[in-house]
């Protein structure tokens, strides 16, 4: 195995081994504490030009299989771990990890203090990095290029990752609602998570219009996850102020929960180090439940958390707040359909605490039905 | 949730003695409890017959009750407390059956007492198979296919349906007692018949096999409020077969994936709503198949358990002192964690590293005993270690165990017939399979072929060939550059491993490794992964970049703990670290703990100012002697509190240059050193028995007939009086030392003359160079020969004359400024026809330390940190630290009684091991019985150890001749308090002659009689005899000894194996008989003059 570099913005340089596919990468460091879950981690189209450092330290133990994949590839930008596993010992495993960034040309690097890194990065912040491996450069060298590289904040990445084309995921019960999914870099979690529950979901590429998402008649609009900056959604956010006049009962997710807030009259800010991980606590304010649940973002919404908001679409509210640091993470209309959160109810990976989320989207499209449409 | 304001006032039910299955995780567990109960104004009551334990100190109670717990005595405790509610969660299977009977009894209801933590329903729910099966179900678990019995029938019915091999689970027992694994009828006959014996309830499970399936553990917390989180996951190294305890485990899982992990999740969230435990924690064991992941849901404990002290000590999230919050109100978002400051209690632990628990066993103790590892706990304690890789920290929890067969070697050559021997041994579980894995895959076996006979996952395997790999690279010939250096260290290659490579030692690499700039960096234990600052020094080593260390400008100094549990070296030595942790903390120094036992309260990160948890070998304390010199002034190293372990290493610290407080290595080798000790007290003008060292067979027999027979020998240098006998005559001797093989001139084998029926006397003293301070002097019930730790002792002296003590005051005086102790000693003395005797002295604090603690009030180990740091006895005595004047006084009439493990161990053939006493110490833990009279201490004593003497009823008697005429009085006393007496021939002859009306009953050995007489087996099988007397002849000879024995132990009869404990036995069912046993707490004790 060759030397390979992690190189940060701020000049810091770990050396450790390549692995996966060798070459140089860039992008958005940040750190993720799963102890299970690196393959959804991967394949999570919201993990997009970022560089994702896991602290859990043996990664690929479980090896890699179709059915636990969040999209049709892996995401992330490279990958560092301290000890990737030799060998896969899973029932379900198909390819090993490794296997797979060779595959798919993911550059990573391992053998390096994760911990340290780790430590670095919430003391100063998520940064731009860089992992050269195989390539003879000096460190000045490889401190520059990743100083060249693109920053995460004012970037737009749902072109990147949306689905080009419309598709349908039909409901695995008796369908009762027709739900349109705005792909801003969905998890197949999501689509699963709602087939169960009668929904039959569409699709639709991030720049679909108003046009297109009121042909289909839906009973709900689903705002997905998905990687980048909402401050650059303005044409997203536009679309989601057209179906809130409509009265159409909306679900956001993640990046959908910062553009429904956005849509609201909020600002969204970037976090020092995001929350990344499977064990958030996070407390539904209106019942004092704590649910554990899994996070993935890097910027969040700034409103009022005691009392309620009023908007242009009537009076709102923060439903949900993480213990550890006191961030938004849900957002409610009173008198209207609309509720969003930043976290993951759909999980993989992660707890399933969260999961009634979706019979709560299930119980708003029953309370607020479809309106006889006017063409 | 705010706490609950009705209650105001609590009592804890601790865990008793510490025996096989619930040892000192439950004192981490009740001390926690009790600190957090105190700091919230709550008045606490504790009831715990253990005095080695931490919680049993007078500060950490209000009323502390050094009683039996049973329901009758926790009755009288609730009588005269009135307490509002009863914490039983945190006290083992001990406390929660006590609070079932509590419950039973109407005592709760009667004095409107709730029980909180878990409800009896909820316990029952979760104890009861039947009903916990039946809960699986409807949450869409599933359970093993199973068939409850209650009869031999039943048992053979159901493995009809199952087929074999049959697990057999007897039901309400803790670590898995009279469980086991049936392949056969014969086998099945004798588990299940155990096993409906030993369930209270007469019942077992007989269930479908899962032997080498995958076992997991999950550690999960519930609240008030229904939020519930998962602590920590665990995976069994040892898969499904093998007790929990007594397998290799390793936190976090490491081999699920996110979707099957989630669904254990799923599960256990399930488990605990509807089992109802309402507040606090549970453990819930998973079985996965490897080959389909199909997912059986084992069992779950509705308390906190021994794997959630390893949870604890894992993750940094602590689990007793969160529960015993939930107990009283709080919400787990409303209970600050206290490793980040900032957020809540309410979530669940990431760890960046790897933590792996190794089992401790002492199958050497016990001879005939069964070696296999079975679903019966038999390990004795356990080590954890910490890495940033598996293999690290398996190298270093390996190492931990402090036994040189742990540790992973790499021989040049392997025969091929070794390898194929190995090949056979690995497909059963035994203490060393891991080791024997080890060593085919290093032969060059594939890890296919090894998963297929042990079924330890490929990934674990994988990772010990890597191990092996990274030992070849190592031991190629040339350069030891930095970077293989760090590699090896990587892997967890200890310094001596490296030097056996490459043919180098120990010291030699750790030279050559520190000149190349290769050393440990200490990372932080803090349940977040990094996400957030720690701000409890929780640290751990490992080779990486940067540490974690944080500069500090106190003196510091380090104490060393003891390491895992073993027999004669366990939770007492626990006692007296933590003691000097608090009062150096206290006296203004930083204090900091090194040690590998995750049971421990010295491992709660709130003991000490910093905490370590490492091996304890030398090159892990250098490198943390190192590191901390590095951070700020250390004062030096307090190595005379842990035990023999610490004791081991100080002499290799002081030659690194590392100041010892207290006494110094060189008193510690002259009072170790037979030779240089002989000296000694020949100076000083005190006698020792005669003795002498043989490394030969002829050389014992010369020196055994020059100083006399019965002479007791054993090898050198040895802990616990490990592989000690005594011998009366030539042929015994000769057997002895052909069974000691690797007896040696460097390992010579000691003979000392044996004082026949002397009288044993234990000292603990402090001395500061200037003063001595008696703590106390205890007498031993049983005659010299019994290993002091398996010996009851009584304090004070009861047979002992003023003379005489003044004589041992003056002895312990001499030896102690002979010596140069700086601190605690403790001497065993001997009286036989009225000379004194030295046997021994250990210039360390001892296993009775607190034991003489707890009966004078006195703290010793505290005085004796002190005096490590310079405080002289005047000065202690000043600050009120030991009495203005005098020495310890015993307050009342304290009783200390051994704990033996004798129903734990089976020899292969499925028959009990011998229940007898002798010089080897076997037994794991200690009760104290205290009153104002001597019967009644003893009595308490024995209900405390093994539930009761019996008030009324038969006892059966046989004495060996050597007793016969020392037991007469005791049986004519039984006799005229109304016992029936039955004892075989001799025994009956000699009693009837002395005109003590005995029934003779068959020996087993003669079988049953021509009319159906009975054998005293079948007697004792039938359950009519309610005391067994039995004091054995010699080893080997006494085949009817043994049965008689080993049935007792089996149906739990008491049985009393010398004269001495038969005369005491007598004066406890004198009290027992008389009427009330009155319970007191320490404090009032301590208050009397």
Known sequence: MSKAFLVLDDGRIFEGLSWGATGKTFGEAVFQTGMTGYQETLTDPSYHQQVVVMTAPHIGNTGMNAADNESSKIWVAGFVVRNPSPITSNWRSEKSLDEVMREQEIVGISGIDTRALTRHLRDRGAMRVGIFSDLDLSREEMVIEVRKSRQMSGSFLSADVSTPKSYVVPATTTKKFTVVALDLGIKSATPRAMSLRGIETH????????????????????????????????????????????????????????????????????????????????????SGKVEITSHNHGFAIEAPVDTQFTTVFGPGQVTHVCLNDGVVEGLELLDRGAFSVQYHPEAAAGPHDAAYLFDDFVSLMEKYPRKVSDH | MPRDTSIQSVLVIGSGPIVIGQACEFDYSG??????????????????????????????????????????????????????????????????????????????????????????????????????????????????????????????????????????????????????????????????????????????????????WKEYELEVMRDSTDNVVIVCSIENIDPM???????????????????????????????????????????????????????????????????????????????????????????????????????????????????????????????????????????????????????????????????????????????????????????????????????????????????????????????????????????????????????????????????????????????????????????????????????????????????????????????????PNRIGQGIEFDYSCVHASFTLREAGYETIMINCNPETVSTDYDTSDRLYFEPLTLEDVLEIVHAETLAG????????????????????????????????????????????????????????????????????????????????????????????????DDAALSSFISRATDITPDRPVLVDRFLDSAIEIDVDALYDGLELFLGGVMEHIEEAGIHSGDSACVLPAMTISPHQLQEIREATLKISEGVGVRGLINIQFAIASDQLYVLEANPRASRTVPFVSKATGVP?????????????????????????????????????????????????????????????????????????????????????????????????????DKDKESGVRAASTLSSLGFRLFATT???????????????????????????????????????????????????????????????????????????????????IKVLQSGVLDVRPIQDWLKDA
């Open chain 1, 203 to 286: 699709v639709l590429p991030y720049n679909a219009t108003y046009e297109e998402i009121t042909s289909l008649n839906p009973d709900g609009v689903f705002l997905s996850n998905g990687p980048g900056d909402p401050s650059t959604m303005t044409e997203t956010v536009s679309l989601v102020r057209e179906l809130l006049s409509d009265e159409i009962p909306i679900f956001g997710i993640c990046f959908g929960h910062q553009i429904l807030g956005r849509a609201l009259g909020f600002e969204t800010y970037k976090l020092q180090f995001g929350h990344r991980g499977i064990n958030q606590p996070v407390i539904d304010k209106r």
């Open chain 2, 241 to 563: 077969g093998v007790h929990t305890g007594d397998s290799i485990t390793v936190a976090p899982a490491l081999t699920l994936t996110d979707v099957e992990y989630q669904k254990l999740r799923d599960l256990s969230i399930e488990i605990i709503r509807e089992v109802g435990v309402a507040t606090g924690g549970c453990n819930i064991q998973f079985a996965v198949n490897p080959d389909n992941g199909r997912i059986i849901v084992i069992e779950m404990n509705p308390r906190v358990s021994r794997s959630s002290a390893l949870a604890s000590k894992a993750t940094g999230f602590p689990i007793a002192k969160i529960a015993t919050k939930l107990a009283i109100g709080y919400t787990l978002d409303e209970i600050e964690n206290d490793i980040t400051k900032v957020t809540p209690a309410s979530f669940e632990p990431t760890l960046d590293y790897v933590v792996v628990k190794a089992p401790r066993f002492a199958f050497e103790k016990f001879a005939d005993a069964d070696p296999r590892l079975t679903t019966t706990m038999k390990s004795v304690g356990e080590a954890m270690a910490i890495g940033r890789s598996f293999p690290e920290a398996l190298m270093k929890a390996l190492r931990s165990l402090e036994r040189k067969e742990s540790i992973f070697t790499f021989p040049r050559e392997i025969s091929e017939q070794k390898v194929s021997s190995l090949l056979n041994q690995i497909s059963t579980p035994t203490e060393y399979r891991l080791q024997q894995v080890q060593q085919v895959l290093w032969a060059g076996i594939s890890a296919d072929e090894v998963f297929e006979k042990t079924k330890i996952d490929r990934w674990f395997l994988t990772q010990i060939e890597l191990i092996n790999g990274a030992a070849r690279e190592i031991s190629q010939p040339g350069e030891m550059t930095a970077s293989l250096m760090r590699n090896a260290k990587q892997w967890g290659f200890s310094d001596s491993q490296i030097a056996l490579l490459r043919d180098s030692s120990e010291e030699e690499v750790r030279k050559s490794r520190t000149h190349l700039g290769v050393r440990p960096v200490y990372k932080t234990v803090d349940t977040c992964a990094a996400e957030f600052e720690a701000f409890t020094p929780y640290y751990y080593s490992s080779y990486e970049e940067e540490t974690e260390v944080k500069s500090r400008t106190k003196p510091a100094v380090i104490i060393l703990g003891s390491g």
């Open chain 2, 633 to 728: 002034p250390v004062l030096g190293v307090i190595t005379q509190l842990g035990g023999q372990t610490p004791l081991g290493l100080a002499a290799g610290l002081k030659a690194a240059g590392v100041t010892i407080l207290g006494t110094s290595p060189d008193a510690i080798n002259l009072a170790e050193e037979r030779g240089a000790f002989g000296d000694v007290l020949a100076k000083i003008g005190l006698t020792a028995p005669e003795f002498g060292m043989a490394s030969s067979q002829m050389q014992a027999i010369e020196i055994a007939a020059k100083i006399g027979y019965p002479v007791l020998v054993r090898p050198s240098f040895v802990l616990g009086g490990r592989g000690m006998e005594i011998v009366y």
């Open chain 2, 986 to 1068: 001799g025994t009956a002859e000699f009693l009837q002659s002395h005109g003590v009306t005995t029934a003779r009953v068959r020996k087993a050995s003669e079988g049953v009689g021509p009319f159906g007489e009975r054998t005293i087996v079948d007697l004792l099988n039938a359950g009519e005899i309610d005391l067994v007397i039995n004091t054995p002849v010699g080893r080997g000879t006494r085949a009817d000894g043994w049965a008689i024995r080993t049935a007792a132990v089996q149906r739990s009869i008491p049985c009393i194996t010398t004269t001495a404990g038969f005369n005491a036995a007598v004066e406890g």
């Open chain 2, 31 to 212: 001390t926690q409890a009790c600190r957090v109960l105190k700091a919230e104004g709550i008045r606490v009551i504790l009831v715990n017959s253990n005095p080695a334990t931490i919680m049993t100190d007078p500060e950490f109670a209000d009323a502390t009750y050094i009683e039996p717990i049973t329901p009758e005595f926790i009755e009288k405790i609730i009588a005269k407390e009135r307490p509002d509610a009863v914490l039983a969660t945190l006290g083992g299977q001990t406390a929660l059956n006590a609070a079932i009977g509590l419950y039973q009894a109407g005592t709760l209801a009667r004095y409107g007492v709730k029980l909180i933590g878990a409800d009896v329903d909820a316990i029952e729910r979760g104890e009861n198979r039947e009903i916990f099966r039946t809960i699986v179900e409807k949450i869409g678990g599933e359970s093993a296919k199973s068939v409850i019995c209650h009869t031999m029938d039943e048992i053979l019915e159901g493995v009809k349906i199952l087929g074999y091999p049959v697990v057999v689970r007897p039901s309400f027992t803790m670590g898995g007692l009279g469980s086991g694994i049936a392949f056969d009828e014969p086998s099945l006959n004798q588990i299940a018949g155990a096993g409906l014996r030993h369930s209270p309830t007469s019942e077992v499970l007989l269930e479908e096999s899962i032997i080498g």
């Open chain 2, 860 to 960: 010793l180990a505290k005085a004796a940190a002190r005096i490590s740091v310079g405080s002289t006895i005047a000065q202690l005595r000043e600050d009120g630290t030991l009495p203005q004047a005098g020495d310890g006084v015993a307050k009342g009439i304290s009783v200390k009684e051994a704990v033996l493990p004798w129903n734990r161990f089976r020899r292969s053939d499925g028959r009990g091991v011998d229940a007898v006493l002798g010089p080897e110490m076997r037994s794991t833990g200690e009760v104290m019985g205290i009153s104002s009279t001597f019967g009644a201490s003893y009595a308490k004593s024995q209900i405390s150890a093994f539930g009761s003497l019996p008030k009324a009823g038969s006892v059966f008697i046989s004495l060996a």
